[in-house]
């Protein structure tokens, strides 16, 4: 049986038992890794030696596994914490942006598929949600994510015919061509210059609020537009716009 051993990101998990658990992990170097870790909530010294007491959702350790090409589980055998992310379960608003973004990955990635720079976006997210930077940080995750992924929008060129964009007040994003256009096809949503402007300089640190909370709704709503579906916790970044 291969052997893994790496970091990783707890993005979900379910009890499996009493004692066990069933986690998905996003890993640095092997990819989003589906796992049942037989024991890790028993409390007898030998399992807390193991597993630190329990894989928790949002925390950071270094996975030890076994997996086998005819099971979609892995078996975890060990698991040391890291780093238990506390300050996400202190503030409402961060540990609901951290979970959508576990939520997002999870979506996203298929699994196996080694994305390196999205276990370092997610993790830069979790350190940067330590401070008062909760939006751009998400703005950033989210960026990282969809062009790690493949599907970094097309904010230069038409979608439609592939010439230059007019400058304009405002833009159409056409979710199912991934990017601007100077048309307006059914579907499209509408979008500002600010925001249009801020995705292309990549600036989040220093824009508006306001125009960083528009670009991570528009974000948002194109990872739906991705994956056919809304996720639970997208609520938390789109708020009442459907």
Known sequence: MPRLKNAAICIRH????QSSQIVVLLTEQHGKQRGLAKGSKRMAPSSIARFSGGIELLTIG?????????HDLATITEWDLLDDCLHLRQ????????LY???AVNALLADHDPHPGVFAAMRLLM???????SEPALGRFQWTLLSDCGYRPQLERDVHGGGPLT???????????GGLTSRRPIGSWRVRSSTVQLLRGENWDAADVVAVQRANRLLASYVRA?????LPTMRYVLGNTH
């Open 14 to 17: 379910l009890d499996w038992s």
């Open 101 to 103: 973004a576990a939520d």
């Open 127 to 133: 350190e940067q949600l330590r401070g008062d930077q």
């Open 167 to 177: 400058e304009s007040e405002a833009y159409s994003f056409d979710p199912r061509a």
């Open 91 to 98: 503030n409402l608003r961060k540990q609901r942006i951290a």
């Open 62 to 70: 270094q996975v030890v596994a076994s997996t086998r090409p005819t």
């Open 226 to 230: 991705l994956i056919d579906r809304e």
